[in-house]
RNA sequence: AGGGGCAUCGCCAAGUUGGUAAGGCACCAGACUCUGAAUCUGGCAUGCGUUGGUUCGAGUCCAGCUGCCCCUGCCA
């Protein structure tokens, strides 16, 4: 853990403020699903903890009843812990604090600082001034302590409709800051809350809700984004009005959260996806959301692993996919069993060949641990993998060519077959009965090593081949409607793709690597009649590369 | 422009008493290879938004510019 925030965390520690221990929390919102900027915050803030021998909270930043649904505060916790992240029994909601929350305004009206706005939304918004000019004090901004009190009980009593009041901060109304000149921190809202039901009727703000939430769990280390940075002389303004020591008090800091390539991380743009039907749900494996990432099936150390390699800092930056990509693949590389697997089969009858048999491959190239595959007279290979006007730099099958069928024998291929129009339906080829992998005489060199299944024992599989949902132009940059930028080819869905047998009984979410094509989940439709697997991200290529130049 | 932030390689990002630009991704070259994968080796900023200044010496200090982001919800 090194970054800024842990480096403040460093000079609070010497500076012997916080003695008793560090504690973060992540405070989301339940209005949306988690997305990878998420996970970005959520380590950041259980690390940090983490790393500092403290502790991280759970909380739910539920102060709007009108936005906010139980359904998300279930996915929500569901994601932190298949990230691995564990807040223990300190799972708390704002909701919480309200009756606190209400008396701690109680004590800032008594001391002066806050007072009941008879002004509507849209007054409010006029005198509150502009960027260049301060605004103008409400005509109520100087009742008595008295009413105030009196007029505050009354909101909390349901003797207001909404909008008729608020209850505003007394700060400044000529600040430069906007966040200072008299926020509201109130407002009547006859709405039922998800767990307070009807209780209540007046709602705090986010930004007073959020530093005495902070305050109140002990929380020392308020982690949040940039755009709060303006809220902080409020956060400060609060705790330091009602009196909480200086040493002890949370202390809020920002850092810029994740944009990434090719994707789109705002609640607004990921409900509009599923809203208009561009994708299958919240957990389409297109989404950026944790769900979707699951389901496509990134593993949770994979997302971890990225959100350590980018960094934490206060410059707004793109990161590029392909920074996530190369995350999952280090951590596939090491953990998915290979199985061979042929996209798009193109039939081969080895003409010397009439017994069938079994033969051994590794599950792993070093993790050890074999398994049987048959083997026979008809296999299939991958289309791709054989050419008739082959470049000089193609060692795979040609005419006339050899090559090696992987953990099997060198073959040759002696005769095509095309149909009426001329393409391709299959291959007679001989074997090299010499070059059986693993015997003796097996290690004649020969360039090219592909893939095959054999034909009778090959297991029908549907693939569903992700490409990304938007395509970014070359800056990583989306147009202004992000929409216009979806890719049409994201999802191409393979129906007859044959897998070796040993697959046949996966169970959803097992993982594997395609030899020489990439590593693949069993998705959660998978039936006994219909296996499906996604494909989670292709394995380097070099050769589409040297194709293509 | 009133306020608050940020500017170091194509993308992230270290650099904290000024001492002569980490690392990762991407990319390129080569070695190795029964995955054109993995692995290994090498390459990749005389330069730190810009212009001046201070200094023996500045990404780091000072001044002035420029660019980008955020702020006028009874959202968070």
Known sequence: MENFVQQAIDDDLKNGKYTTGI???????????????????????????????????????????????????????????????????????????????????????????????DLSAEEIRRTRGTLTEGGKESPFRNRSIEENLNLFAKMKAGEFS???????????????????????IYRIAHANHHRTGDQWCIYPMYDFAHPLSDAIEGITHSVCTLEFEDHRPFYDWLLESLDFDEKTRPRQIEFARLDLTNTVTSKRKLLQLVKEGHVRGWDDPRMSTLSGLRRRGFTPAAIKKFCNEIGVAKANSLVDISMLEHCVREDLNETADRVMAVLNPLKVILTNVDEDEYLIAENHPHHGGNRYIPFGREIFIERDDFMEDAPKKFFRLKPGGEVRLKYAYIIKCNEVIKDAEGNVIELRCTIDPTSKSGGETANRKIKGTIHWVEAKSAIKAEVRLYDYLLKTDENGNLPEDFISAINPNSLIVIKNALIEPSVKFAAPSTRYQFLRLGYFVVDYDTTFENLVFNRIVGLKDTWSKVKNA
């Not at 909008?163 to 926020?183: F, Q, T, Y």
Request: glycine share 6%; proline share 5%; with cysteine.
């Open 23 to 117: 504690h973060t929390r992540f405070p989301p919102e339940p209005n949306g699903y988690l997305h990878i900027g998420h996970a970005k915050s959520i380590c950041l803030n259980f690390g940090l903890a983490e790393f500092n021998n403290g502790l991280c909270n759970l909380r739910f930043d539920d102060t709007n009843p009108t936005k906010e649904d139980v359904e998300y505060v279930d996915s929500i916790q569901e994601d932190i812990h298949w990230l691995g992240f564990d807040w223990e029994d300190r799972k708390f909601y704002a909701s919480d604090y309200f009756e606190k929350l209400y008396n701690y305004a109680v004590e800032l009206i008594k001391k002066n600082l806050a007072y009941v706005d």
């Open 162 to 184: 909404d909008g008729e009041k608020v209850l505003r901060a007394k700060i400044d109304m000529s600040s430069p800051n906007m966040n200072m000149r008299d926020p509201v």
